[in-house]
């Protein structure tokens, strides 16, 4: 019987590892390098990685480059050299944008062109996935099973990674239990575990929805700030209560709540875009500087949680046409959009604005 763990397992541990600043070793055949995320790494080891390979680079996203002035020219990231004597206060300078307005000189950069660039696209990857900020220092080994196993690294195969990184969103049902809501009585809270190990995602049922009809159903993803603590800065708690209350006014509906704090880049970088806001950029432009696109969501995780309770057809609760065409693209029928237009005030008019010009969302 074969105890080791599979490539999701591995992929979840290694998340763990990156969490923590603990590098994690990538092996395709006879190459070997290995990543550790900018982030959480300390100073003690981020010097001793570097001495390691003097070809050490900082792999940062082509959008985080674009912000630096930095060449990328490897498409959708950039590899930056390191400058001689570059330290880990050196890299977070260019992994954070936090100070960019007050040391914005942070140049020059020297971009590295040509070779393989797919350890370090899995990097940033998986620095996404780890809701971090996407910067990893990379270096190569020379035998990467070698120097994973003497420093007890976890080790992953590229090929096996990648496929399980990009398919491993199959999700369980947990457990389902009744659960009565102001809105209505007749209300059941399903929750759904992720084989790939992932933050566990919930769906609300109202009333006993027949499956054959399309569903009244809002795809919502968490909002921390918006739904428990009642911000200003958007409309998510507006449109999370209205959904619930059409739906039981209905007395029938689907709530998918969604894991994906932030667009799906995590409370804390979240935050860190606030605070890129506060500066005076846009929620898009906040993003981009972190180094993350416009929306970092899998969406396919709400298509895949309504196939699971038996619909195939729904009336969606929406301003962003998006969504309609990811639910049709993956096998859901959307036979109606259903406006949501609540929540704005003078605090989130900037916001909701930007939502619309740049997302396009339908406000």
């Not at 990379?138 to 080790?155: C, K």
């Not at 846009?282 to 929306?295: I, S, W, Y």
């Not at 029928?333 to 008019?349: I, Q, S, Y």
Request: aromatic share 6%; glycine share 8%; with cysteine.
């Amino acid at each position: 019987m074969n105890l080791r763990p599979d490539p999701l397992e591995m992929l979840a541990r290694a998340r763990a590892d990156l969490r923590m600043g603990v590098p994690v070793v990538l092996a395709d055949g006879k190459e070997s390098m290995l990543f550790a995320p900018i982030e959480t790494l300390d100073p003690s080891r981020f010097q001793a990685l570097c001495e390691l390979d003097d070809g050490a680079v900082l792999a940062i996203t082509a959008r985080r480059a674009e912000t630096l002035k930095a060449r990328a020219y490897d498409g959708t990231l950039a590899r930056l050299t390191l400058p001689k004597g570059a330290d880990l206060a050196w890299a977070r300078t260019v992994a954070d944008p936090k100070d960019d307005l007050n040391n914005p000189m942070k140049g020059p950069f020297h971009s590295a062109r040509g070779g393989d660039t797919r350890f370090h696209s899995f990097a940033l990857d998986m620095c996404k996935d780890a809701q971090l900020l996407p910067a990893a220092l990379v270096i190569s080994l020379q035998d990467g099973t070698t120097f994973g196993t003497t420093h007890n690294f976890t080790q992953l195969d590229m090929a096996t990674s990648k496929k399980a990184r990009e398919t491993g969103n199959a999700m369980r049902n947990v457990v389902s239990a009744g659960l009565p809501l102001s809105v209505s009585q007749a209300g059941r809270l399903h929750v759904f575990r992720p084989d790939d190990g992932g933050e566990e995602h919930y769906a609300v049922e109202i009333g006993n929805p027949d499956r054959s009809r399309p569903v009244l159903c809002r795809l919502h993803s968490a909002c921390f700030t918006g739904d428990i603590l009642g911000s200003l800065k958007c409309d998510c708690g507006p449109q999370l209560r209205s959904a619930l209350a059409q739906m039981g006014a209905t007395g029938a509906g689907v709530l998918l709540y969604l894991s994906q704090e932030g667009r799906g880049i995590g409370l804390a970088n979240k935050m860190r875009a606030y605070s890129l806001q506060d500066q005076g950029f846009d929620t898009v432009e906040a993003n981009h500087r972190l180094g993350f696109e416009d929306d970092e969501r899998n969406f396919r995780i709400g298509t895949n949680i309504l196939k699971k309770l038996g619909f195939d057809k729904v009336r969606l609760l929406t301003n962003n046409p998006a969504k309609v065409a990811m639910m049709e693209n993956q096998g859901i029928a959307v036979t109606e959009r259903v406006a949501l237009k609540v929540g704005e005030n003078p605090l989130n008019a900037d916001y909701l604005a930007t939502k619309a010009a740049k997302s396009g969302h339908l406000l």
